[in-house]
């Protein structure tokens, strides 16, 4: 039984197929047993032109997702009506024998108006009788065409329609064929370059083929989107990306196979499935691999069973991977670099990094592992074998404990001015000073102290004033920032600052005097650092934990007290160098020496590349005691002391 060829288009366009196919009917269709080929028998009430079979090849292979197609027509070439004629199209409305007699006249003096008639039943077409001419011989009707468009009009129907124009304005039937220029030299020219034109399709078509080839199912040229803005209601989609990884399931029947590989372009991830009926999925698993880059087309829909949006891939090609380029006129040369052997903080391996440097035309690169050099003859290796310059380095856990004295030379019964700030908060840089205390020290004693509150020209936070017990209220009519600090600046003079945590105390002082364009001391010795050599022992150096040892009862968190409270701790410091034979301040960074437990101490990262051959020598021995220390971390430690007597050639 013969069906319509637009029921075999999707409802969406089946509107519109069944008014350009109209009168095309389906008599016989076979599809492979593989669902990817397509033999189609078409018939029609009118002929069907090469360029609609072109069109209905295209769309069905579209939409079926087919790789071929094959269609054949009853007829071997159009005709201009349904019973058909072996030269010319001939349409026949009546069979009875017309009376021809007295009718050349008016055919001749007809032949100028059947282009405006004709206008009136197929606009389209009208213009394709423009200056035709009318004869009549053995019951037959002549239209010699001057324009060409033979095809055109018989898709139209044309013989039909002039028959029935002469019926009514002529009073007479008959058959009517075409003659004269049945196809001008235009169309046969766009012809031409239509078929130049799909050839250059075709070839290049080929070399896309050749540059991306086929994985799974056929080529394609779809242009790819992100992943990131693929959703459950994308529908048929296109992607480009590296898989990530492949697995695969056979069916408890064997007769099926589902291949599951995440696919990912870095703007985001995606699982792309595939499901095999009767086929074998080796050879296919054999290229699709871990790091491949495939362009993927399917459908992306919600899984349920996964609970995310899936892409069920119809065809599968091979892609490039897009590279990166350094298109600096400029080359940098990388300084800072973390390979695998950093642990967490590096992933790729140092020959990798030496690959893509020497094709972004970087003259040298530095690798700088995190307290390690296990990278160094890879490093080595890569650098020879793509003939870029290798630099060698380390980006060591720093201990700096030569922080505490501040590398002051003065004797320890020199004036010192011991001082603490109360602030709004943590950061220098937004917080401000709500109170400043400092005492005096002169030849071992407290001589003289220094208060006064701070106006932060905001609200306190309710937390510092349960920390401090200072309030709005209290630093309301306070001096502001620049007068205060210069006022305590002009108490301190020229002696030596002491603060506990000293990097934090100062950071503010220093704050106020570059927002406001004065001088400021920029290093104090720091009572932490020294605790730390002189007691050990204690489970923290916080100022009340050090206070409690030397049994000192002070009210914290108040500038005023806890100045003078770290006023004693530094008299009691400086009291147990002299018994080690400390004689000036710089002699308690090593008096204490030999009870620091490096373990404890603070790190820092330090960059460290090495300058010479000796340097790298050198190096190699940095992992091992007394050059450094095992830190808590697990990682190698570096003294400053040690740091600077092994450190020759860096």
């Known amino acids: 039984m013969k069906k319509r060829l637009s029921d075999m288009y999707p ?94 006249g008016k055919l001749g003096a007809f032949a100028p108006q059947l282009s405006e008639l004709f206008d009136q039943r197929c606009p389209a077409c009208s213009k394709l009788l423009r200056d035709c001419a009318l004869s009549h011989a053995d019951g037959v009707v002549t239209v010699s065409l001057a324009h060409g468009g033979y095809l ?85 989609i296109c992607l480009d990306g590296e898989i990530l990884g492949v697995e695969s399931r056979a069916s408890r029947d064997g007769r099926s196979t589902r291949i599951f590989f995440p696919v990912t372009d870095y703007t985001s991830t995606v699982m792309v499935k595939l499901f095999l009926m009767d086929e074998k999925p080796d050879k296919l698993l054999s290229r699709l691999t871990k790091g491949t880059c495939v362009r993927v087309r399917g459908d992306a829909r919600y899984d349920k069973y996964d609970n995310e ?39 790729t391996p140092a020959a990798n990094y030496v690959e893509r440097a020497a094709a972004w035309g970087h003259r040298a690169i530095v690798v700088t592992d995190h307290g390690v050099i296990q990278a160094f003859p890879e490093v080595y290796a890569a650098a020879k074998k793509h003939k870029i310059k290798a630099l ?43 109170e400043i205390g400092a005492v005096r020290i002169r030849a071992g004693k407290i001589v003289d102290s220094f208060d006064t509150f701070v106006n932060p020209e905001r609200p306190i936070p309710s937390e510092i004033t349960a920390l401090t017990g200072i309030t709005d209220a209290m630093v309301r009519s306070a001096p502001k920032e620049q007068e205060a600090v210069e006022a305590f600046l002009a108490f301190a003079g020229r002696a030596a600052l002491v603060a506990h945590n000293a990097r934090f105390d100062l950071s503010f ?7 406001h364009g004065f001088a400021c001391p920029v290093d ?97 021995s940095w992992c091992r005691l007394p050059t450094c220390a095992i830190s808590a971390a697990s990682s190698p430690a570096f003294q400053k002391a040690n740091l600077f007597v092994a450190g020759r050639g860096f």
């Open 309 to 347: 949006v899936t892409v069920t891939a119809r065809d599968i090609m091979e892609a490039d991977r897009e590279q990166r380029e350094d298109t600096a006129p400029c080359k940098r040369v990388e300084l800072h670099l973390h390979t695998n052997m950093s642990a967490l903080d590096g992933i």
């Open 392 to 434: 060698y380095g380390v980006e060591c856990y720093f201990v700096n404990d030569g922080d505490g004295a501040a590398g002051e030379e003065l004797p320890l019964d020199s004036e010192f001015v011991v001082f603490d700030v109360e602030t709004t908060g943590l950061y220098a840089s937004g917080d401000r000073l709500t």
């Open 11 to 104: 409802d969406s366009v089946r509107e519109r197929a069944e008014f350009e196919y109209e009168g095309i009917f389906v008599e016989n269709a076979e599809m492979s047993a593989d669902m990817r080929r397509l033999s189609l028998t078409l018939t029609g009430t009118r002929p069907i032109g090469e360029r609609e079979l072109n069109r209905i090849t295209r769309e069905l292979l579209d939409h079926y997702m087919l790789d071929d197609i094959s269609i054949t027509t009853t007829e071997e070439e159009p005709r201009g009506s349904t019973t058909g004629a072996a030269d010319r199209a001939v349409s026949t409305v009546q069979e009875e024998s017309p009376d021809f007699e007295g009718t050349a």
């Open 152 to 236: 055109a009009l018989c898709r139209n129907g044309a013989g039909e329609h002039i028959c029935a124009i002469l019926q009514e304005t002529l009073g007479f039937s008959a058959q009517v064929l075409f003659d004269g220029t049945l196809k001008a030299e235009s169309e046969n020219s766009v012809t031409a370059a239509r078929r130049e034109k799909s050839a250059a399709e075709s070839q290049k078509l080929g070399k896309e083929r050749q540059k991306f080839p086929v994985i799974y199912g056929r080529s394609f040229k779809d242009k790819p989107e992100r992943i990131a803005d693929i959703t459950m209601d994308s529908g048929r």
């Open 509 to 515: 002082i220093r704050a106020v005097a570059m927002r």
């Open 524 to 620: 104090a010795i720091d009572t932490v650092a020294l605790a730390r050599r002189a007691l050990p022992g204690l489970k923290n150096h916080k100022l009340d934990t050090v206070a409690n040892h030397f049994s000192l009862d002070f009210r914290h968190h108040r500038a005023c007290d806890d100045a003078a409270v770290t006023g004693e701790i530094l008299l009691r410091l400086m009291q147990m160098g002299a018994e080690k034979g400390a004689l000036c301040v710089s002699d308690l960074d090593t008096v204490f020496g030999d009870r620091e437990d490096i373990r404890r101490a603070k790190t820092w990262h330090q960059i460290i590349l090495v300058k010479t051959q000796a340097g790298l020598k050198t190096s190699l």
